[in-house]
C-alpha cells in the first residue's frame, strides 16, 4: 500500500488519510482532527489530551494528583497540536525562541 510520511507526527499514513497542501507538505487526517481540538481549547473548550502520547486529559489529571495539569498548544505551520507537559519539552526552547516578544506566545502558552 502507497504511503506519505505527514509533516507533522512524521507517521506514514495510508495516502487516502492524507491531504496535499499547497506548500507540497502531507498532513494526516489525526493531525488535521487535533488541530481542530486544539483550536476549541484556544477558544474555552476543555482540552481533548495530548495528542502525542494520547493521554486523554481525564488520565492527565488522574495521573498527577494535586498538580496543576497543564497541556499546551504547539503551532508548526500553520496547524496546532496539543500536548502535555511531558510531550512539550522537546519544542519548547525552540517555540520560546520564536515566540519571543509576540502576544500569541503568551495566548500559545496558555494553561487550562
Ligand atoms: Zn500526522
Ligand atoms: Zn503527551
Redesign the pocket.
Known sequence: METAACSWCTKHRPLWRVHRLASNQVICDYCLEWHYRALDFLGGAPPA???????SWQL?SDSTPGAVVRLYVVPKDGYLQL??????APYLPKQKQLYKGTRFGAEALKTS
Open positions: 489530551g495530548c495528542q502525542v502520547c494520547e493521554k492527565l500536548m502535555c507537559a511531558a510531550c512539550v
